[in-house]
């Protein structure tokens, strides 16, 4: 979705570096997500957020982080990089109510070496 | 935890060939969504279905929402080359957990021409 835009898009670094990735919308929506796709896996969820400064832990978010200081941004960091965090990273957006679909950002292809 | 279980994995068919998927679940699911995800991009909403025994179709694509509550399909008629990518089933629960959407392992398509 052109409207949720995720930067970078590639990140080559290297074990125990500090890691953000960004994601910005202009949908206007108030929940934002982090997921992350292995091959074989799907998409796991790693954090949510309702509203500004609200910080919800998903399914697997052990050595991450994340912010979100505006409506319209949500923040992802890794404090120290490890090789199995190596993956795809989506940011999603929805609104609010049950029937809200998840729209998802093109995705950063994340490389911990 | 609520998983789902979609099959199949991967399908290699010929151009003009229908397509048929599926998931399943143990647990009961009040909304059923399918995604499709091209190389390089994030997951694309397709069909979102609301209510249980719902059929819907979006052009070549008619996607159901089983009456259990447990399962939807997705299928595809007339397949053509455009249709090659990952197909992801995703579904979400109600009241606290309407915002959680748990996805699929996937389903890779390939039309050979």
């Known amino acids: 979705d052109a409207d949720v835009t995720q930067t970078p898009r590639n990140r080559i670094t290297k074990t125990g570096k500090r890691i953000m990735l960004e994601c910005s919308q202009t949908?206007?929506?108030?929940?934002m997500y982090w997921y992350r796709q292995d091959p074989g896996l799907g998409l796991r969820l790693i954090y949510y957020?309702?509203?500004?400064?609200?910080?919800n832990k998903g399914e697997i978010s052990d050595g991450y982080s994340v912010s979100r200081q505006a409506q319209a941004k949500f923040s992802l960091s890794l404090e120290s990089a490890i090789p199995n965090q190596t993956a795809l990273y989506f940011c999603?957006?929805?609104?609010?109510?049950?029937?809200?679909?998840?729209?998802f950002g093109d995705g950063t292809r994340l490389s911990i070496l | 935890g609520q998983q789902l279980n979609q099959s199949p994995q991967s399908m290699f068919i010929q151009e003009g060939e229908d397509v048929s998927m599926n998931c399943t679940s143990s647990?009961?699911?009040?909304?059923w969504l399918w995604y499709k995800q091209d190389p390089g991009e994030g997951p694309v909403l397709l069909i979102a279905?609301?209510?249980?025994?719902e059929l819907t179709s979006n052009g070549r694509l008619t996607a159901q929402f089983g009456i259990t509550r447990k399962d939807s399909f997705l299928n595809i008629s007339a397949s053509i080359p455009s249709d090659v990518g990952i197909y992801f089933c995703?579904?979400?629960?109600?009241?606290?957990?309407?915002?959680?959407?748990?996805f699929g392992k996937g389903t890779l398509l390939t039309v050979n021409p």
């Open positions: 999603a957006t929805s609104d609010v109510g049950q029937n809200q679909p998840q729209h």
């Open positions: 949908k206007g929506h108030d929940r």
């Open positions: 957020s309702f509203d500004v400064k609200d910080i």
């Open positions: 647990s009961i699911f009040n909304t």
């Open positions: 279905l609301y209510k249980a025994g």
């Open positions: 995703a579904a979400k629960g109600s009241g606290g957990s309407n915002y959680k959407l748990t």
